[in-house]
């Protein structure tokens, strides 16, 4: 495979997408003749900072490749750390490009608008002589068992709140609705009322809520969140910034323990619980691709690991994002959007008429069936997986990969997770012994985020 002169073999292809270019195998490829040394950090809240001092070429003839890799380098460092501020130093052409490509109306001005809004600051692009140094700090969070307490998991097709007393839920319950498609505020608001109350019935009383939900949170307020996509900003700061602070307060009264995670963080955290382990990387492929991890010591970092929008596919035709506008993104690969992309190529037609849930449904029923090609459809993310958990392993150095959501239940998460094993074993043997992916039992694939995130609050 060739991209922009940079010549890297890959063993393992996906059989319904041959195309598809593992974005590790073209960084360690055009790292082993780029030898001009380019540092990049970003600031984010609290003086937080996250740097990496990589290399380019530099030469007129390489331009394109090194700015490319940049491109993908500085996008992959926000959507998994974050920040607003940019800084660059070893090469000012690369400064000049970046300051260019996140510049309003630029390639990359969805995502500086979404920094700009997470963290309430003008998103910048500055050079200087040499980057600030590494700062940042991790926080312990969840883990509170005792009591009565009620967890929700917003997801963006169906949402789950459980019932759990002294760390043992006592009531479970999925309901499917549709809070991506819908613009009235009010939709999500009772929908989460509803949640609320049907886990409340269920238990003597409440002294504690906590909830997982897509998107980011900052002090239980909604910054960002897919959920909402379809709200007007007027309503999105009326009515969603503050939505579940509202609807905790109206059911339970305003003196009850609220904490609000980001979903990915609390399948990192699920995992954790599970394992009795540490240093977990959560993945919850559903709606999209959420993601948290937990360190080394137990905590949860700041960052905010919206992998969904990291690049993981070079593929100069892999399919865009309809979001972010970009391609070669996760959400495409590990959510229900993967499975519903590659359907057609295994000759499996899906119904316009269904909503993105039901026509992964749909494929999931034809796993229990003979005669198609819906193993394919799993097969192929497996493949997918099996190259981007390399690549996450380098950036995160997780030992434990938790794999969770919707797409993972039944026998297409555990071919997916096969497959995924082996291409880890074949094409990154370097991960043999280090990195172990893994799936929780059926019912905690579910619902173990729910019940996970009732132990976020303190009480």
């Given amino acids: 495979m060739n991209q922009y002169g940079i010549q890297f073999e890959v063993k393992n292809k996906p059989s319904l997408d041959p195309e598809f270019m593992p974005i590790l195998k073209f960084n360690r490829a055009f790292l082993e003749t780029a030898k001009k040394p380019v540092s990049i950090a970003l600031e984010r809240s609290g003086g937080q900072v996250a740097v990496c001092d990589t290399f380019i070429h530099g030469t007129p003839e390489m331009r394109q490749a090194d700015q490319y890799y940049i491109d993908r380098l500085v996008k992959s460092m926000l959507w998994m750390k974050g920040g607003f501020k940019v800084y660059v130093s070893g090469d000012e052409d690369i400064y000049s490009y970046l300051k260019k490509t996140f510049a309003p109306g630029g390639a990359r001005s969805f995502d500086s608008d979404f920094m700009a809004g997470v963290y309430e600051r003008p998103f910048e692009v500055v050079f200087c002589d040499k980057v600030p140094q590494e700062a940042g700090a991790s926080q312990a969070v969840g883990r509170h068992l005792a009591g009565c307490r009620v967890g929700f998991d917003a997801g963006g097709s169906d949402r789950k709140v459980s019932a759990v007393i002294d760390g043992e839920p006592v009531y479970s319950e999925e309901v499917v609705w549709f809070p991506k498609i819908t613009e009235d505020p009010d939709y999500h608001y009772d929908g989460i ?16 809520v906590g909830v997982s939900s897509a998107g980011i949170y900052i002090d239980n307020r909604t910054m960002v969140a897919s959920l909402f996509l379809k709200v007007p900003k007027d309503k999105f700061n009326e009515k969603v910034k503050d939505i579940y602070i509202r609807a905790a307060r109206d059911v339970f009264g305003p003196d009850i323990p609220l904490v609000v995670c980001n979903d990915g963080d609390v399948s990192a955290l699920a995992g954790a619980m599970g394992l009795g382990e540490n240093n977990v990387l959560g993945i919850a492929m559903g709606t999209s691709e959420a993601v948290g991890y937990v360190d080394e010591k137990g905590n949860i970092t700041g960052w905010l690991n919206e992998l969904a929008f990291m690049p993981v596919d070079v593929n100069p035709d892999a399919m865009e994002d309809e979001w972010s506008g970009d391609i070669g993104c996760g959400v495409k690969y590990f959510s229900q ?5 590659l359907a057609p190529r295994a000759g499996i037609n899906l119904s316009e008429s269904l909503s993105p849930a039901e026509k992964l449904k749909e494929v999931q029923k034809l796993m229990d069936q ?10 192929s993310i497996g493949t997918y997986l099996g190259h981007a958990l390399a690549y996450y392993y380098d950036l995160y150095h997780c030992r434990h990969v938790l794999l969770l959501g919707r797409v993972m239940s039944g026998k297409g998460g555990d071919l997916v997770l096969e497959e995924a094993k082996r291409v880890l074993a074949d094409e990154y043997p370097e991960c043999s012994g280090k990195l172990f992916p893994a799936l929780p039992d059926e019912k905690s694939r579910r619902v173990g985020q729910s019940v996970a995130a009732a132990s976020l609050p303190e009480v």
Avoid at 201 to 207: A, G, H, L, N, S
Avoid at 370 to 379: F, H, Q, S, T, V
């Fill in 337 to 341: 959007d993967g499975v519903i992309k």
């Fill in 193 to 208: 009322v509803s949640a609320f109350k049907s886990a409340a019935e269920k238990m003597p009383r409440v002294d504690a």
């Fill in 370 to 379: 003979d005669g198609n090609n819906a193993a394919e459809i799993y097969r």
